[in-house]
């Protein structure tokens, strides 16, 4: 059983002693410390019934250059006049600075009467290449310093980055030097291994009629999905309205446009628009192949390859993020077969499913570290698609809190899992 909560304190000593021995910390140990405090405190508060987010920026404004452009480096935005480091302060700066492109700026005064004291300096706009990792793509993440950025993105939700790596943080009151990124763990691709291997057939047969068939490696049909699913993700979290995306095994049928005990509000016909994913996918796979002559292209190939064909295809994969984004912002779920087919949306798991009877927390990313979770602590959602997955056991449900967090939902061993997704801001 926990006895002991982390705080701030905690915090600034695990960053301190794990902070990369090539970088020197630029602020103090106990100046960390204030600053962390500061942080957490400011994250239990609400500007206007909005959650205080923000990013940090702890760097001096005279290291940042000041022709520095946004996705490259940032624009520097200096005040005129500093102003105190204080937790009314972030608060009240965090509706200006949108998490995903812009952070405040703070560093050690030099100037009378604050010399030696911590101050906001202003403002620093980074733009939102940072989140490629989270919103998916091919885009490369710039880093442009290796000073601390302090992450806030809940109640008492504090990260400490540095160059984009995590060096430690405050959750649930524990400290944490790691996030769950579902989509890197084993079980989730293995649920789409069948579906993969189809679309490796069907590019191959397409192959055979050139003179250098080409092949698609497994990783690169998962990892377009990946981020295709990502984005959708991201783009739900970022409406504020919370959501549930719902995929379903490929056997169904063209006849059947739901999975039993899922009744959906609107239904879409059995046609191509409704398959574009994989339309598009396969447009990717040939085009690729096509420029070379190696015996397979692999997720690599496609991420340095510049060519503005692949652009737009990849930007048409991602407007099908949009699509099924856009499908979540009316009550029910979006409802996707296993090739990422829109079945439909509205989509009402019956009541007359029944509940399983116990619900597991992940602790790792295969769920082999699991704890009892009560189902009682949830709201609908939820406990709608832990109803799903234990009838359709393999099937895979994603709830999307209004709060912004995200929860995959699965059967596995016959066991109810949900894993809480670290999803960045």
């Not at 940032?74 to 200006?96: H, I, M, Q, T, Y």
């Not at 030099?110 to 793509?137: C, F, N, Q, Y």
């Not at 619900?359 to 570290?369: D, I, K, M, Q, S």
């Amino acid at each position: 059983m926990k006895t002991r909560y982390a705080y701030p304190p905690d915090l600034a000593i695990y960053v301190r002693d794990h902070w990369p021995v090539s970088q020197k910390l630029a602020i103090s140990h106990e100046q960390l410390r204030e600053v962390l405090s500061i942080c957490f405190e400011a994250s239990l508060t609400v500007e206007e019934t909005r959650p205080t987010r923000f990013r940090l920026l702890l760097m001096d404004p005279a290291a940042l250059p000041l022709n520095g452009a946004p996705n490259q480096g940032v624009l520097r935005l200096p005040f005129a006049d500093s102003r105190p480091l204080n937790s009314n302060e972030l608060k009240g700066l965090s509706p200006s600075v949108p998490f995903e492109t812009t952070l405040i700026g703070a560093s050690i005064s030099r100037d009378e009467p604050h010399v030696g004291k911590l101050r906001i300096w202003g403002i620093a706009h980074s733009g939102p290449a940072w989140l490629a990792p989270t919103w998916g793509g091919r885009s490369l993440v710039p880093n442009w310093t290796y000073d601390p950025i302090i992450h806030v993105t809940g109640p008492g939700r504090v990260v400490v980055r540095c160059a984009g790596k995590m060096i430690g943080g405050l959750e649930r009151g524990e400290l944490i030097n790691t996030t769950m990124d579902v989509f890197e763990s084993v079980w989730l691709p293995a649920r789409f291994e069948r579906e993969r291997a189809e679309i490796q057939e069907e590019h191959a047969v397409s192959q055979q009629r050139t003179s250098s068939p080409t092949a698609a490696d497994q990783n690169l049909v998962g990892r377009v999905g990946q981020h295709m699913l990502r984005r959708a993700i991201q783009l739900v979290r970022n409406a504020r309205h919370g959501g549930m995306i719902l995929i379903a095994a490929t056997d169904l049928g063209p006849a059947v446009a739901a999975p039993d005990n899922v009744n959906l509000k609107y239904r879409f016909d059995d046609s191509e628009p409704t398959r574009r994913y994989r339309t598009l996918l396969l447009r990717i796979l040939d085009r690729l192949a096509g420029a070379t002559t190696n015996p397979s292209v692999d997720w690599s190939d496609f991420a340095r390859d510049t060519n503005p064909d692949l652009e737009k295809l990849e930007q048409a994969v991602f407007e099908m993020s949009r699509v099924i984004a856009s499908l979540a912002s009316i009550d029910g779920a979006v409802v996707l077969d296993k090739r990422f087919g829109i079945l439909g949306f509205g989509g009402e798991v019956s009541g007359d499913l029944p509940s399983p009877i116990n619900v597991w927390r992940a602790l790792n990313l295969e769920g082999n570290e699991r704890e009892r979770a009560s189902m009682e602590d949830v709201g609908t959602r939820h406990r709608a698609a832990y109803r799903f997955v234990h009838r359709h056991t393999q099937g895979l449900a994603i709830v999307i809190s209004q709060d912004g967090g995200v929860t995959f939902v699965a059967c596995q061993d016959g066991d109810v899992v949900f894993w809480e997704q670290s999803v960045g801001p």
